[in-house]
């Protein structure tokens, strides 16, 4: 049974006549795939292979060298949440909040919680230093995120 759906699948094909070559097309289908799954797994590594017409060890590489995707051991929880450490966050009390993050959450960075809904990590640079600390929710980024304001974001997720 494919763990791809055919939507999925279009989506990927979609893409190729945009890339020179499929294999271009090997980071934005794992997009696609984490995307819709919340994980890569190995099943969908050999189907994106399959796609993409490439050995699954080539997909696995492209996916194991961005810390971004996450397997089926380690699914990513409903909702992703990044804490800047860039330099200017750093300063402002980035590395304060991540602190605070994992103590309200429960989890350290790379981990989800308990109940499935937030996985916490930390990016280096989330590009937006006029508003550090910053705190990426999902697609949304929050300026200027104090221990309450982080409590605040928590509670709604």
């Known amino acids: 049974m494919s763990v791809l ?13 945009k890339y020179p070559n499929k294999r271009a097309v090997t980071l934005p289908a794992l997009h696609i795939v984490h995307d819709e799954l919340r994980q890569v797994s190995t099943e969908a590594i050999r189907e994106i292979a399959d796609l993409l017409d490439l050995h699954p060890a080539e997909v696995h590489d492209t996916m194991s060298f961005y810390n971004f995707f996450k397997d089926e ?26 602190a605070h993050a994992c103590d309200k ?17 930390f990016a280096e640079c989330l590009g937006a230093c006029e508003g550090a600390p910053c705190v990426l929710v999902n697609d949304e980024c929050h300026m200027n995120i104090s221990h309450e304001g982080f409590d605040e974001l928590a509670r709604k997720l």
């Open 105 to 121: 959450l429960g989890v350290h960075p790379g981990e989800t919680t308990r109940d499935g809904r937030v996985t916490l990590e």
């Open 5 to 17: 759906s055919e939507g999925v699948r279009e989506r990927i094909r979609a893409l190729f006549p």
């Open 73 to 98: 051991k380690h699914p990513l929880g409903k909702h992703r949440v990044w804490v800047c450490r860039s330099i200017a966050c750093a300063l402002r009390g980035g590395e304060e909040l991540l």
